[in-house]
């Protein structure tokens, strides 16, 4: 049964918790079918991420410990969106703060929700080729535990087809990137 291309009407909208980083929501809908129900939303400004490349191929990875899985995944530099701030901005600060590098050139890969499922989260994924070490990086943020981790793109796809990485935006953002990359 299709339901058409009527919105959801909201009867009631609940914020039960408002954090640093994002926002969690309970709304009370009304179908276009006269069917209601809650949906759980969480609320976050977005994420944006960039695929690192040095000049000799190397991909520019971070391994950090993700308390929510309980375990330390290897994942691309990636952060929050703060307010007012262009993706590229973010995963120019981001790449800085997390490895060490920079670049000049960058290329927008695309964007695409995280968890639409449960989560308004947009992920904006970057290219940035040609990386250099910068001088004097920045210390890391007090609640972050990164090692830097340099792989070729034949490695990443197969630490993707083992598991050992398993963070979705990274295999999303790496999948955008892939044939853009060697394999050396």
């Known amino acids: ?34 069917a209601e129900g809650d949906w759980e ?43 007012g701030e262009d993706p590229l901005e973010t995963v120019q600060r ?11 050139n960058w290329k927008k890969l695309g964007e695409f929700f995280l968890a639409p499922g449960y989560s308004d989260e ?7 080729t040609d990386v250099t070490i910068v001088d004097q990086p920045p210390p890391q943020d007090d609640d972050e535990d990164i090692e ?8 990443v796809e197969a630490a993707i087809h083992a598991g050992d990485l398993a963070d979705s935006k990274s295999i999303s953002s790496f999948f955008l990137a892939r044939s853009l990359l060697s394999d050396s």
């Open 148 to 155: 830097t981790v340099l792989m070729s793109a034949q490695e």
């Open 1 to 34: 049964m299709s339901l058409g291309s009527e919105p959801p009407q909201l009867l009631k909208q609940r914020l039960l918790y408002k954090g640093r980083k994002f926002n969690f929501e309970v709304n009370h809908l009304r179908l276009p079918n006269r």
């Open 94 to 104: 981001e790449i800085q703060e997390e490895t060490g590098y920079t670049s000049e």
């Open 41 to 83: 939303c969480i609320r976050h400004p977005g994420g944006a991420l960039v695929i690192p490349v040095t000049p000799d191929g190397k991909l520019v990875l971070v391994k950090q410990y993700r308390f929510a899985v309980q375990r330390r995944l290897y994942e691309f530099p990636a952060g929050t969106v703060e307010k």
């Open 122 to 128: 947009v992920i904006y994924a970057f290219l940035a």
